[in-house]
């Protein structure tokens, strides 16, 4: 059953997000050590209502916790994150500095509309922009497909990247593409991405409950039998 937690006075979903980006941000400060940072924004006041400390918020797709909030004079409230080591190991985080944008996504609260996918916010590890190709209206970005991640990342699936929830329009063996709508181009760092840029990656994870449950059944032995039994029912 889905933990959940108080943010506010509405129920949310802990750590539950819908890959629908609601905007991007600019690091007002970022301190970092070896193996730690601390990473400070300025929400505005509409966009902070009901936010409290320990409230998930993605970044870049990351779930990081509320850890300070403290008021401006201009009425936005500053908030502050923190990423370990394993965070900043596995993510892009470990490569910001101050002034750069950061999509953002508050946790899902129960009754809102889904409109990409589920994402934890616990991301997988980073790939590469091979590829940027655009015009008005449309936005291309072909990106690396790694070994490991081969089996998750399908044609038509879904994956999460910088916390987007995005469609793979197409796969070859060694990469996969999406397509952006304007709305999506405009609202998200993607506008502006490079090629070689690092992304974070989260697959989805219905694809990879599944595919790792066909992994379990063929490594078993158990999926002729599977197989059979269903075809007999």
């Known amino acids: 059953e889905m933990l959940r937690s108080l943010v506010g006075s509405e129920m949310c979903i802990r750590d539950r997000f819908s890959g629908i980006v609601q905007t991007k941000l600019a690091i007002k400060e970022i301190n970092k050590q070896a193996d730690f940072a601390s ?10 209502v009901g936010l409290q400390l320990g409230a998930s918020v993605a970044q870049n797709g990351v779930c990081l916790t509320v ?24 993510t892009n985080l470990a490569d910001l500095k101050g002034g ?3 999509n953002i996504e508050r946790a899902a609260r129960f009754g809102d509309e889904i409109g990409g996918h589920v994402v934890s916010g616990h991301v997988f590890g980073c790939i590469r922009v091979l ?17 490991e991640l081969r089996p998750y990342l399908l044609n038509k699936g879904f994956v999460a990247l910088n916390g987007c929830s995005l469609t793979i329009a197409e796969v070859t063996q060694d990469t996969f ?4 709508i304007p709305e999506t181009r405009d609202v998200t ?27 379990e059944l063929m490594a078993s032995g158990q999926l002729a039998e599977l197989i059979a039994t269903v075809k007999n029912a």
């Open 177 to 180: 593409t999406v397509c952006l």
């Open 189 to 215: 760092v993607f506008g502006t991405i490079e090629v070689g840029a690092k992304v974070n990656l989260e697959i989805d994870p219905s694809t990879q409950a599944t595919v790792d449950t066909i992994k």
């Open 39 to 48: 990473l400070v924004y300025d929400f505005s006041a509409q966009f902070a």
């Open 131 to 147: 590829s940027v190709e655009q015009d008005a209206l449309n936005m291309r970005l072909v990106f690396e497909r790694p070994a």
């Open 100 to 102: 750069d944008e950061v």
């Open 67 to 90: 850890r300070t909030m403290t008021p401006n004079d201009d009425g936005s409230i500053r908030v502050s994150f923190d990423a370990i080591a394993q965070t900043l190991k596995l």
